[in-house]
């Protein structure tokens, strides 16, 4: 099971870092726009292209928090796998750190007899894992391809969202580690 105190400790600097990255964003975007109130951009294209930058911190800051909370959750899960699992025990050289993460979850459920689920705040890990692989393969893309037609259906985060996401694996943990504790 693992440790509430840890767990708090380990979400407090992606949630600063996030909060750190979204005031430089704000303060760069009321500099751009003093600087388009004073005139000082004479084409409609270079305010655009000078709110370019802050708009991509806030977007690399969304995919580094949702990778961050990725992380810590497979490598949570791939602890609670490994605990308890005479299978992985009895095949030397074998780990539950190469599994695929769906593997790890049988694991789990297998030797806890729970469901994930049913583990509170499953679905936005659910969300996260299917947001954080597209940008890491896809650039955000959802399904590029369809029947042979692209699309540009991308995943988006905002704001609200990327702080509801903290909460969300925070949750997620706890009640995993509530259900698993006694086993």
């Known amino acids: 099971m693992g440790n509430f105190i840890t767990l708090d400790i380990e979400l407090k600097p992606i949630r600063s870092f996030l909060k750190t990255v979204?005031?430089?964003?704000?303060?760069?975007?009321?500099?751009?726009?003093?600087?388009?109130?004073?005139?000082?951009?004479?084409?409609?294209?270079?305010?655009?292209?000078?709110?370019?930058?802050?708009?991509?911190?806030?977007?690399?800051?969304?995919?580094?928090?949702?990778?961050?909370?990725?992380?810590l959750v497979e490598w949570e899960l791939q602890?609670?796998?490994?605990?308890?699992?005479?299978?992985?025990?009895?095949?030397?050289?074998?780990?539950?750190?190469?599994?695929k993460f769906s593997?790890?979850?049988?694991?789990?459920?297998?030797?806890?007899?729970?469901?994930?689920?049913?583990?509170?705040?499953?679905i936005a890990i659910k969300r996260i894992r299917e947001k954080i692989n597209s940008f890491k393969h896809r650039k955000g893309f959802k399904k590029p391809l369809q029947g042979g037609a692209i699309t540009l259906d991308k995943f988006t985060v905002d704001r609200k969202e990327a702080f509801q996401n903290i909460e969300s694996v925070r949750s997620f943990l706890r009640d995993l580690w509530s259900k698993t504790k006694d086993n």
Do not use: C, Q
């Open 22 to 71: 979204l005031d430089a964003v704000d303060s760069e975007y009321l500099r751009i726009k003093e600087k388009s109130d004073a005139g000082e951009y004479k084409h409609f294209e270079d305010k655009g292209n000078a709110l370019y930058t802050p708009m991509m911190w806030e977007e690399i800051a969304f995919r580094a928090v949702l990778g961050e909370l990725n992380a």
């Open 79 to 99: 602890i609670l796998a490994s605990k308890n699992d005479k299978s992985l025990k009895e095949k030397p050289g074998k780990s539950v750190f190469e599994l």
């Open 103 to 122: 593997d790890i979850i049988k694991l789990i459920e297998r030797n806890y007899k729970i469901k994930i689920t049913e583990v509170e705040s499953y």
